[in-house]
């Protein structure tokens, strides 16, 4: 799998792509992005890229189908087309899922539910008459399989992305920007990211069981900071290389752990995916609109879905259901209560979401409550806990852990932004880079970095 | 000259890249034959400039072909050639371990015999009042008891044979004794936790467990450290920790020159499993366990089988598998002179009939789970050599 964290993206795949966009004229930049999307994607794919190439085309033809000039309203024959796509993309989806459950054989393809995402998103948008103008076969190609986005997303809009322009120039502050984002996700994920992993990783090691609470309460922060670091920077990875590419920036993720409360917090985690749910699963059930009870049942569903989106074994369905449970408890019962008091927001977020990350993580439902078990040592004594083991992790990850939770904060990041123009940020993001490189050149000549014992 | 201004004003970012990158470049290319010679460059997939990377990974620094150009792959010799040829081992099979083992073998030619045999014509020169615990052999034959046999396992046909050696490799098994010269040798049997009192352990990441999760912290010493390897273990800081629990960092010939051991515990190898071939590693055992007979000349030596991996790490995992793990253990139990240096095997504490680890002792198929190092507790203290007095 080509991961922009590999020295083969950074320094062969993406300075020659860039080179070839921008010497081609900008009107034929987009036939040179599918190609090169096409070329990444088998990259890491190998002949699953045929089956992207044919779902696009069908897409295309299909949403051909179902676009309509406004006046004239849907006709049928844009309805009958718009059912055949979601038959065929909720059918791809669904069919891959449930074999991946049923056999581990089955190699799902990279990526596919983030593109299966987009093409349903990009026929209801049609269906609805969102996207006013006919999109044209270059547009919706590149769309669907733009390589910042092919393998782990964003979700993005046809209507949010900036499809529609006409043609691809690149103005010198996009490329900056793009640039400084793309090497501040490249840092985040390879600088702290990754060192946290292994942090998670001693804990398994160790066995739930025998963890000691502060260190079990520590791998909970540990874990959802380092999913966060990892997530939040390959979205600016891939919302940087948009941007070099003449795309607009995609937010993925609003700074989650400043959010007031489980359902903001939703609303700024894993942002593309949370909206997509609301606009394309939750309003057309009805949303709010239908009464509390309604409500309640359409939360369930969207919830249901999203846990089945993450995996299939029945942590993700724990996971899914208390986050359900947690959003109703505050939209229902403390939602007043919030609203006056934003702490109670914050302590549902900061002390809540670690758990559920907790749930997320542990697959097995035997080491899940031997986990929470420690985690509330109230029911008993663990199996021959080190009390020092505490103290042990904490001395190597603390500047990790730090430099993470810092970056939780608004305020830390806008500071970097804000600056991203001055001489000592850039020489410093520079410095980031580099050390980046040393960290993954180590690790693909020594594939025990993060595994050596 | 404006032009260039100019490009800096606009695009500050990609110069400072450009501009740091530049001089990586002609470092890594001009340097690639000499200096990281060692190194393979796939210039498909990487740039040059990854070589300046490894190499001050591994203490290979730009300046060094300034100051003696000609002598490349000196100092580095180990680590640097360890890591280049796991990586290539890894990558594409075959090609890491086979000229190395071709030479490992052309060099063992004061190779002894196998020590696993019957032990037949005993020689005892005196055997009058043998405590119960022993029996009586010959110099060269070790009786069966004196050490524990390898465990094999199943082999799930995953290996890298980059990391074998040839089934036929003859071990040059050179490590002097001094006890027990006169062919008298003691049965493997049952001691409590006091035997410990003066042991040392040294290892990896495992006897890290063992001393933070196991029952003789307080009683033993213990020299580990994550990540250490028969390679590289002299060059870097361990933990001690003495026999009152009290630990701090040291080197290994720091604390062997300092204290004496009435036995000393060995446990290096499983982060060699991506390394060289077998015989390279255990050539580099041997050399260890000689340097710890030099400073400990009183000392028993318990070379401690390296642990398997689970099932699914065997199945899937070209080096850390049972395969490549069996063979190595087969090699330095030959070290094992059953007089004053000792195999122990703790393999069939925690395996299956099929040799795997089982998989509820460990949570990541390569180390026990803190609840599980009481099993190697065990088998420390029911293989234990005790002179009889």
Redesign the interface.
Known sequence: MILFNSLTFLFRFFPVFLAIYYLTPARFREVVLFFGSIVFYAMGAGYMAIMLTVLTIANYILGQMVFYVDKGGVRPQNKRAFIAALILDVGALVVFKALSGITDKVVLPLGFSFYLFKMISYQADLFRGEITRRPEIMDTVVYFTMFPQVTQGPISRWNSIGFEKRDRTVTVKAFNDGLFFFVLGLGMKVLLADPLSILWNEIGKIGYESISTPLAWMGAIGYSLRLYMDFWGYSLMSAGIGMMLGYHFVINFLHPYWACGIGDFYRRWHATLGSWFRDYVYIPLGGNRKGNLRTILNLAVVWLLTGLWHGITPNFLIWSGVLFLLIVWEKFVVDGLISSFPIIGHLHVWLLIPLTWVIFAIPDLSDLRSYFMRLFPFFGNGVNVNSGDFMKQLTTYWPLLLISLLLCTPHWYRAIVRNRRRLPVLIALVIVFWICVYRIVISASNPFMYFSF | MSFLKLLWK?????C??AL?ALPLMIIGWTGRKTLYSE?ELNP????G??LV??G??DGVYPWQSLIRPKEEGEEEGASAAD??S??EA?VDGTTAGAGATDEAAGEAGTAETPVYTEAEDAEVEEMKTLPANAIAGSLDVIPEGVCNPVMQAVDYDVVNVGFLSPDDTEYNTDTEGIFAKNGIYYKLGLVDSTYFTDALFIG???TV?LC??GSLKGTAAFLAK??VNVYNILDQELRYTDHDGESWGAYVEEILEENQYGKVYVALG??EL?IGTTYMYYEKYREFISLIREYQPDALIYIQGIMHVSYDKSSSDSCRNNTVISQRNMAISTLANGRDIFYIDMNPYVCDEDGDLYEDLS??G??L??????NWDRCLMENAIVTGE
């Open positions: 606009r695009f500050t970012l990609l400072i890249l740091t190194y498909l997939r990487q740039p400039l990854t990377f490894q001050i990974h890591s280049s796991a990586d890894t990896d990441s495992r467990g933070e999760y994550e990540s499983v982060n991506g949570g990541d390569i180390h789970k803190a609840s599980a190092y009481e």
